[in-house]
C-alpha cells in the first residue's frame, strides 16, 4: 500500500477564501426566495396550482428547522390559483323553515353589497305598508324588481328573494330584524385566501353554532353561526399541520368526509338550527414528515386518493457551480431582511456559509434550515447592536453563543476525561488498545467523544468476542461491523487452518448503549495488535466502517469526531504525534474549526484519509501489513507475518529438545 499523506489546511472545510472573492465581484445581491433548491416541492405546486388539479390535495413533507409556513406561502404566491373559486357566503332566515337558515353564495366582493340593498329594500317595503295597512297592493314584491335586476344572473338569489317577498307579502314577521348575516366576505380584488392553522380542532375547522338565553329559553338564529377556517379558506387553501390530524382521528373522518362530498357541514347542529352546508372549494396542504404520512396512511388508505400530490421539502442546496454561490448568499441576505434586520457583509454571508456547509457536513453544499439562519441572524443583530450592517464578528458570536447555551453535557464529558475519570492516553504505544472516535447524542446536541477500546487474546478456535453485544448495550448495526470484520481476519488468516486464539473485544468505561459500524476498523486494528502482539500508537485515533474486504467506507459526525479527539489531545498536551484517520470518502465532509486548521499547518495534529485497512495498520502500527510472497506467506517483519508466525506456533507447536544428560538419565 501506498504510503497516507495528511490532508493540507486546504482540504479541511469550506473554501471561505473562494466565497469571499465571488461576493465582492457582485456588489449586488438579488434577494433569492426559500424557494432555493426546492424543486420537486415547485414542481407539486405547479400541479396544485392548476384548474384540472383543482380538488387534488397536497402533503408537503418538510422538518422542523425549515419555515415551513413562509415556504409555502412563497411557493402559492408564485403558482397562485384562480379566483374564480372565491366567493362571499351569506345567510339569510329560512322563511319556510326558521331552523334551516339558507346559504346563499355571492361573487367575491358581493356579500356586503348584497346585504346592503336586501336592507333597503325591507326597510322601504315596511315603511310604505306602514303608511298604507288597508291597501292590498304587495309592495314586498312590487319593490323587490330592482334588487332582482342586480342579482339577476344568481338563481338561487332570486329564488329566494321571490319567495321571501311573498311571504313578506302574506304577512310573514321575520324572527330577527336583520335578515342577512354575513357569514364570509371578502374585497372585490382579493387574492385567494390563504389559512394557517398550527393546531386544529372540530370548532376551529368547521364553525360553531352560539347560543344565547332570552328570558330563560336557549334561543339560536342564524346570526349566531360563526365561521369555522374552512369557511375562511373557501375558494383558497387551507394549511394544516398532519400530526395533529394523527392525534384526533375523528377529527380526519370528519374533514375526510367534507372532501369527498364536496361540502361544509355543520358538525355542531342541533335541534334549534340545522343551517345549510356549504360548497367547498377548499384545497388542504398537510404539513409533516414521512413518519407522519406513514401515519395517515395506515390509519386511512382513502388518503392517497385525497392527497396525490407529495411535495418533498429539500433540506441542503448544492454549489456547483459560482452562480450558485451567489444565490444562496442571496438567499442569506433575503432572510435577513425577512427578519427585519440589517443587510449582512459579505464576510459575515461568508462566515454564515462556512457554518451552513458545517451543518450539513460537506463542503459544496449548503443547509436551507431557514428558520434557524432567522434566529442566528436575529441574534447575531444583537451584537451588532447599532452598527449599519452585521459583519462575520456578530456571526461567530451568535454561533458561539448558540453552542454555549447547548453544551452542558458535552462540557461534562471532558471536564471527566480531563480530570482522569475516564481512562483516555493519547501517546506512546499499547498493545490491544486503541482510541476509536463516537458521536454522542443528547436532546439539543451532539459531539465527539473519543472511546478507549481494548482486545485481549487466549487460546481458542477464532471466535471474537464482543462483550457489548453480551451485555445487550450493542445494536445490530455495531454487531454487524463485528461479524465483518470477524469475516477479514478469516480471510487473511484462517484458509488453510483454524485460528487458534479467541478474543474479547471491549468499550471501556462505556455505560450507555451503542450501535453503528463506525468502530469497525478500529475494533480491527486493535484486534491485529493483540493477534500480532504488536502496539499500537496510541496518539492516533481512527473511525471508519469496513467491508469485508478491507476498504473503508464512509462515517457520520466526522467533524464532530475530530473535534473531539483534538480537545483530549490539547488536555493531555501535544507532542506532534497525534492525528486522526478518517475514511477518504468523508474528506468532502470535512469543515472544522480554524484553531485544529491552524494546527494542522503547523504539524501539531494531523488527519490521515485511508481507502483500505492495510493503509491505517501502516499509519498505526508504522510497519508494513504484509504482502503474500511466492510461498503463500507474509514476510516476518509485517504485521500479517507476526500474526501468521504465532498462528503457526500454536498449531504446531515444536516438541522441546532433551538434554545430553536427560538422554542418559533415562536410557
Not at 330592482?146 to 344572473?153: E, G, I, S, T, W
Request: charged share 20%; aromatic share 8%; hydrophobic share 40%.
Amino acid at each position: 500500500m501506498n504510503k497516507v499523506a495528511g490532508l493540507t489546511k486546504q482540504q479541511l472545510g469550506f473554501d471561505q477564501q473562494h466565497a469571499k472573492t465571488l461576493l465582492e465581484n457582485h456588489s449586488w445581491l438579488d434577494a433569492v426566495g426559500l424557494s432555493l433548491g426546492q424543486e420537486r416541492a415547485q414542481n407539486a405546486f405547479t400541479f396544485f396550482s392548476t384548474p384540472q388539479c383543482s380538488e387534488q390535495h397536497m402533503m408537503v413533507l418538510g422538518y422542523p428547522a425549515i419555515d415551513s409556513k413562509a415556504l409555502i406561502r412563497e411557493l402559492l404566491l408564485s403558482n397562485p390559483l384562480v379566483t374564480d373559486n372565491v366567493f362571499d357566503v351569506v345567510y339569510c332566515e329560512d322563511v319556510t323553515n326558521a331552523r334551516t337558515p339558507i346559504c346563499l353564495n355571492l361573487p367575491q366582493g358581493q356579500g356586503i353589497k348584497f346585504s346592503r340593498l336586501v336592507h333597503s329594500w325591507l326597510k322601504r317595503a315596511s315603511s310604505l305598508t306602514t303608511e298604507k295597512p288597508e291597501s292590498d297592493t304587495k309592495f314586498f314584491s312590487d319593490e323587490l324588481a330592482p334588487l332582482l335586476k342586480v342579482f339577476k344572473r344568481l338563481p338561487k338569489v332570486l329564488t329566494f328573494l321571490n319567495d321571501l317577498a311573498k311571504q313578506l307579502d302574506n304577512g310573514y314577521a321575520l324572527s330577527h330584524p336583520i335578515l342577512v348575516n354575513n357569514f364570509v366576505t371578502h374585497q372585490a380584488d382579493d387574492t385567494f385566501p390563504i389559512v394557517f392553522c398550527d393546531n386544529p380542532d372540530s370548532v376551529k375547522l368547521f364553525g360553531d353554532i352560539a347560543h344565547i338565553t332570552e328570558q330563560g329559553t336557549t334561543v339560536a338564529n342564524h346570526h349566531l353561526l360563526q365561521p369555522g377556517l374552512l369557511h375562511q379558506a373557501n375558494g383558497g387553501v387551507l394549511v394544516l399541520p398532519s400530526d395533529r390530524l394523527l392525534e384526533n382521528p375523528q377529527l380526519w373522518f370528519e374533514l375526510k368526509s367534507s372532501l369527498f362530498d364536496r361540502q361544509i357541514k355543520w358538525t355542531s347542529a342541533n335541534h334549534w338550527l340545522d343551517p345549510q352546508a356549504i360548497d367547498l372549494k377548499t384545497q388542504i396542504i398537510l404539513v409533516g414528515d414521512a413518519l407522519s404520512y406513514k401515519g395517515l396512511l395506515d390509519l386511512d388508505p382513502d388518503i392517497i386518493q385525497l392527497f396525490p400530490l407529495i411535495a418533498e421539502v429539500n433540506h441542503q442546496f448544492a454549489l456547483e457551480n459560482e452562480q450558485d454561490f451567489v444565490k444562496y448568499a442571496g438567499y442569506l441576505q433575503n432572510i435577513a431582511r425577512r427578519a427585519n434586520c440589517v443587510d449582512l457583509t459579505s464576510d459575515a454571508l461568508v462566515a454564515l456559509m462556512n457554518y451552513s456547509s458545517f451543518l450539513i457536513e460537506h463542503q459544496q453544499r449548503m443547509s436551507l434550515d431557514s428558520a434557524m439562519f432567522k434566529s442566528l441572524i436575529q441574534q447575531a443583530q444583537v451584537f451588532a447592536q447599532d452598527k449599519s450592517k452585521i459583519d462575520s464578528e456578530h456571526i461567530l458570536q451568535a454561533i458561539d453563543a448558540f453552542n454555549h447555551r447547548k453544551n452542558r453535557i458535552a462540557q461534562y464529558s471532558f471536564e471527566a476525561i480531563k480530570d482522569k475519570q475516564l481512562l483516555l492516553v493519547t501517546d506512546g504505544q499499547q498493545i490491544g488498545q486503541i482510541n476509536a472516535l463516537s458521536v454522542l447524542d443528547t436532546d439539543l446536541d451532539s459531539f465527539g467523544e473519543p472511546s478507549r477500546v481494548t482486545a485481549a487474546v487466549y487460546y481458542g478456535d477464532g471466535d471474537i468476542g464482543d462483550v457489548e453485544r453480551k451485555v445487550d448495550q450493542a445494536g445490530n448495526i455495531h454487531a454487524k461491523g463485528v461479524a465483518i470484520l470477524t469475516s477479514y481476519l478469516h480471510q487473511k488468516f484462517a484458509m488453510d487452518d483454524e485460528i487458534p486464539l479467541d478474543a474479547n473485544l471491549v468499550f471501556e468505561q462505556s455505560y450507555q448503549g451503542i450501535d453503528g459500524d463506525s468502530a469497525a476498523m478500529a475494533s480491527l486494528l486493535c484486534l491485529l495488535s493483540a493477534f500480532a502482539q504488536k502496539p499500537l500508537n496510541q496518539g492516533i485515533a481512527v473511525t471508519g466502517a469496513m467491508d469485508q474486504f478491507g476498504n473503508i467506507l464512509a462515517i457520520g459526525g466526522v467533524n464532530e469526531k475530530i473535534v473531539g479527539f483534538y480537545n483530549v489531545c490539547k488536555a493531555n498536551g501535544f507532542d506532534k504525534q497525534q492525528g486522526v484517520i478518517i475514511p477518504a470518502s468523508n474528506v468532502p465532509n470535512l469543515n472544522l474549526p480554524q484553531e485544529i486548521r491552524d494546527a494542522i499547518e503547523s504539524n501539531q495534529f494531523s488527519i490521515f484519509p485511508v481507502d483500505h485497512i492495510e493503509q491505517a495498520i501502516g499509519l498505526g502500527f508504522s510497519l508494513p501489513a504484509g504482502v503474500l510472497d511466492h510461498d503463500g506467506c507474509y514476510p516476518p517483519e509485517s504485521l500479517y507475518g507476526a500474526i501468521e508466525g504465532r498462528i503457526d506456533d500454536l498449531n504446531n507447536p515444536q516438541a522441546p529438545q532433551i538434554s545430553l544428560l536427560s538422554r542418559l538419565k533415562f536410557w
